[in-house]
T-cell receptor, first 114, second 112 residues
Framework: DVKVTQSSRYLVKRTGEKVFLECVQD?????MFWYRQDPGLGLRLIYF???????EKGDIPEGYSVSREKKERFSLILESASTNQTSMYLC?????????????FGPGTRLTVT | QKEVEQNSGPLSVPEGAIASLNCTYS??????FFWYRQYSGKSPELIMF??SNGDKEDGRFTAQLNKASQYVSLLIRDSQPSDSATYLC????????????WGLGTSLAVNP
């Protein structure tokens, strides 16, 4: 079974703080993703990585950065947290397999910025 | 803009009935399609994927794909209250296969 873990289930931070969200997968997947999910807006891709040290911006990268120093680990960084970054953050990973790229999700981190 | 569209619902069915969830996609180059289930407050979990025209069955779930109509559906037979959740449809992005295009989801309520 694929296992994707995230460092925290719930997190409360203050405006202006630097926030680190960490994701680890144990299936040697090449691709890893960070999404945020908000009511009515669905899943929105922030960043993804297709290899160590490689990353691509998603649809809403502003205010975020990422780091992938090891294949199994993908970190999302909020440089200076703002209240509009209050959201559910979901990490996912996927394997390269022909044209099938099913994604497997971690449990999510519900971040509140006050 | 590549899109996947779903009826937001809620779709309400009685226990034991067949629930039919539908999805249309705009990117003709998409080849693979995914159905995820998401319980309230939880993360999405993969139910099944399909890439060939026709039906694919897995237990009580059947995915159907019609590429000519750009239409994907998920049938849930013998619906149970535990099937009450939001169902997300996704299609691979033909311009970058690693990425998925997500629908907003359909809320399903199965009434005992």
């Amino acid at each position: 079974d694929v296992k994707v873990t995230q460092s925290s289930r719930y997190l409360v931070k203050r405006t202006g703080e630097k926030v680190f969200l960490e994701c680890v997968q144990d299936m040697d997947h090449e691709n890893m993703f960070w999404y945020r999910q908000d009511p009515g807006l669905g899943l929105r891709l922030i960043y993804f990585s297709y290899d160590v040290k490689m990353k691509e911006k998603g649809d809403i990268p502003e205010g975020y950065s990422v780091s992938r120093e090891k294949k199994e680990r993908f970190s999302l960084i909020l440089e200076s947290a703002s209240t509009n970054q209050t959201s559910m953050y979901l990490c996912a990973s996927s394997l390269v397999s022909g044209f099938i790229y099913e994604q497997y999700f971690g449990p999510g981190t519900r971040l509140t910025v006050t | 803009q590549k899109e996947v569209e779903q009826n937001s619902g809620p779709l309400s069915v009685p226990e034991g009935a067949i629930a039919s969830l539908n999805c249309t996609y705009s990117d003709r180059g998409s080849q693979s399609f995914f159905w995820y289930r998401q319980y309230s407050g939880k993360s999405p979990e993969l139910i099944m994927f399909i890439y060939s025209n026709g039906d694919k069955e897995d237990g009580r779930f059947t995915a159907q794909l019609n590429k000519a109509s750009q239409y994907v559906s998920l049938l849930i037979r013998d619906s149970q209250p535990s099937d009450s959740a939001t169902y997300l449809c996704a299609a691979n992005n033909a311009g970058n296969n690693r990425k998925l295009i997500w629908g907003l989801g359909t809320s399903l309520a199965v009434n005992p």
